[in-house]
T-cell receptor, first 111, second 112 residues
Framework: GEDVEQSLFLSVREGDSSVINCTYTDSSSTYLYWYKQEPGAGLQLLTYIFSNMDMKQDQRLTVLLNKKDKHLSLRIADTQTGDSAIYFCADQISGTYKYIFGTGTRLKVLA | GAGVSQSPSNKVTEKGKDVELRCDPISGHTALYWYRQRLGQGLEFLIYFQGNSAPDKSGLPSDRFSAERTGESVSTLTIQRTQQEDSAVYLC??????????FGEGSRLTVL
């Protein structure tokens, strides 16, 4: 079945860039998403990318998609302590309304 | 309502009891999803509804788990004869028709 993989932890210093990586197996993804989960809260959509795009930029966030390698990354520029959270990559299975989430990457920002 | 509402927010139960978790999606959202999040782990897909029907129930862990949705609105996730491994946060989300998922804050279930 479809699968989405992420590394579990990332630690960066405040002001540095963070890069969170994700790989997926679905060969016909249409949309890929990044969600953020703050402690004790539900997930909130950060950004998404359509599968025919290579890159999408939204303020401090840059999403890169390598469709050939099925690799997605989220870059956060000038990382702040408020960015500390769990970041989930999600794949919408083409032709369905089903979403598969990765394990989440816990980002810790050190002051 | 303004957002996805889940109840109860916390539930502590004894092993073997049945529990019901409720989700009120955003009004007008046709798709509704249940996910399970165990401590320190990612989201595990359980089931999703399109309207009142469930095209994909493949994520339900066992026949102790069931879910229903009525009136293209409220959904109930029922866990019968709870086990300790059922302890987790159960997250509900809704969407218009694909696209962004709007999540509730979850129901934390603890089975003693």
């Amino acid at each position: 079945g479809e699968d989405v993989e992420q590394s579990l932890f990332l630690s960066v210093r405040e002001g540095d860039s963070s890069v969170i990586n994700c790989t997926y197996t679905d060969s016909s993804s249409t949309y890929l998403y990044w969600y953020k989960q703050e402690p004790g809260a539900g997930l909130q959509l950060l950004t998404y990318i359509f599968s025919n795009m290579d890159m999408k930029q939204d303020q401090r966030l840059t999403v890169l998609l390598n469709k050939k390698d099925k690799h997605l990354s989220l870059r956060i520029a000038d990382t702040q302590t408020g960015d500390s959270a769990i970041y989930f990559c999600a794949d919408q299975i083409s032709g369905t309304y089903k979403y598969i989430f990765g394990t989440g990457t816990r980002l810790k920002v050190l002051a | 309502g303004a957002g996805v509402s889940q109840s109860p927010s916390n539930k502590v139960t004894e092993k073997g009891k049945d529990v019901e978790l409720r989700c009120d999606p955003i009004s007008g959202h046709t798709a509704l999803y249940w996910y399970r999040q165990r401590l320190g782990q990612g989201l595990e897909f359980l089931i999703y509804f399109q309207g009142n029907s469930a095209p994909d129930k493949s994520g339900l862990p066992s026949d102790r788990f069931s879910a229903e949705r009525t009136g293209e609105s409220v959904s109930t996730l029922t866990i019968q004869r709870t086990q300790q491994e059922d302890s987790a946060v159960y997250l509900c989300a809704s969407s218009l028709s694909g696209g962004e998922l709007f999540f509730g804050e979850g129901s934390r279930l603890t089975v003693l």
